[in-house]
């Protein structure tokens, strides 16, 4: 069964497909190298190619029954700025564009969860809309990667539009979840697997010493699951029992009262924060700006360091946070059980890539294309749905 490949990227969608008994007769990414590393691993013709424009007719193949598409996610993350304007984001309605004029008998797109969150939501209806006015039914799906098998937490947004009268109940086969454990064993013979640990007497060494597995560093935050910044004084400082005790207080208060409607939290008035303490607490908080843990903000105080979970360390015992872009900074993500990000085989394992897959490129190359890749047991998956429901 032949099916054409867009925004294919290193061809983590067509791994997966393959593996279902589809077979791409082509693929188009913009990336030079993403489509060098699709070459290198799957047999089939990859071109480098804007698809801004979308496809000339010369190119358009005639009977193929299935297109695939991966547009970029970045504009509809939660992790990412979330830029309603996006240029990318046009990218997920021109997928749908093509797909039309080539007519396939199914055509597959996937993005992440935000691209149906909020204002975002525009650009999934109006592909949507655009399928369905072209004659097609559609259908949506949200898929869980424990569900399909990966030791991941990865949730993703999938439309299925096809032709025909068929009725379909869009649903993938479950499969057993797995750990971090499961898929991290045997790796010291592969490719892509160089570690690079955290040099001693370093800030982030200090810091992912105190990090147990299952915690972050996160001043913002609560619980045994965040470690602050006052938890660890050998790099941001040594402080007294009252300073954190203000700290502290400044953590709780700061999302309680609240003043704007919107955002995370709010800076604290001197006064709150003398009502809980029941003491004048103006020497405390001037040695605590002087030692860079608050900051003053419009005559209120909050926490200087506002980030929420950096140094995370992944638990063995439990699916991998979302493997992105990011996943060998051990600033974001650290390994179990040693001071160090993780390496690109371990991701690609995470992702659910087979071990012959070879990546190409300079490291941050690597990791780019296996976070920004479809996972192939999402890809096979869908390609044994399709191949059930609309071809046999």
């Not at 929420?308 to 996943?327: A, E, H, M, Q």
Request: hydrophobic letters at 40%; charged letters at 25%; a neutral charge.
């Amino acid at each position: 069964m032949k099916y054409i490949s867009l925004f294919c990227g290193c061809g983590g969608f067509d791994v997966g497909l393959n593996n279902a008994g589809f077979v791409p007769t082509a693929a188009y990414d913009i990336e030079p190298i993403a489509v060098e590393v699709f070459k290198a691993n799957i047999n089939a013709d990859a071109c480098i190619r804007d698809l801004t424009s979308g496809l000339e007719k010369h190119e358009i193949e005639k009977g193929v029954q299935l297109v695939v598409a991966g547009p970029p996610c970045q504009g509809f993350s939660t992790v990412g700025k979330r830029k309603l304007d996006d240029p990318r984001n046009n990218l997920l309605t021109i997928s749908g564009e093509i797909a039309v004029k080539i007519k396939p008998k199914v055509f597959v797109v996937e993005n992440v969860r935000g691209v149906t969150a909020g204002e975002h939501k525009q650009y999934w209806e109006a592909l949507r809309e655009m399928l369905i006015s072209s004659g097609y039914k559609v259908a949506d799906l949200k898929c869980d990667g424990p569900d399909i098998g990966l030791a991941q937490l990865r949730s993703r947004m999938i439309m299925i539009a096809w032709t025909g009268k068929k009725e379909i109940n869009f649903k993938l086969a479950k499969k057993e979840s797995k750990a971090l454990y499961d898929v991290l064993q045997g790796l010291d013979s592969q490719d892509n697997h160089i570690k690079k640990f955290l040099e001693p007497d370093t800030i982030a060494f200090h810091i992912a010493e105190k990090i147990a597995p299952g915690q972050k560093l996160s001043d913002v935050r609560g619980g045994p699951t965040s470690i602050h910044t006052w938890d660890i004084p050998e790099v941001f400082g040594e402080i007294t029992a009252t300073e954190r005790l203000v700290l502290e207080t400044i953590l709780k208060l700061r999302r309680t009262m609240r003043i704007r409607p919107n955002g995370d939290a709010d800076p604290v008035p001197v006064s709150a924060i003398d009502d809980v303490l029941g003491v004048d607490s103006s020497p405390v908080l001037s040695s605590l700006l002087k030692s860079k843990y608050i900051k003053v903000r419009d005559g209120n105080f909050d926490l200087a360091h506002g980030f929420n979970g950096k140094f995370r360390r992944l638990c063995w015992d439990k699916p991998s946070y979302t493997v992105d872009t990011r996943f060998g900074n051990p600033k974001y993500f650290l390994h179990p059980s040693e001071n160090r990000g993780f390496t690109v085989r371990e991701a690609a394992r995470i992702q659910g890539f087979p071990d012959d897959f070879l990546f190409l490129g300079t490291e941050s190359q690597q990791f780019r294309m296996v976070g920004n890749a479809v996972p192939p047991p999402l890809g096979e998956a869908l390609g044994e749905f399709i191949k059930h429901t609309f071809f046999v």
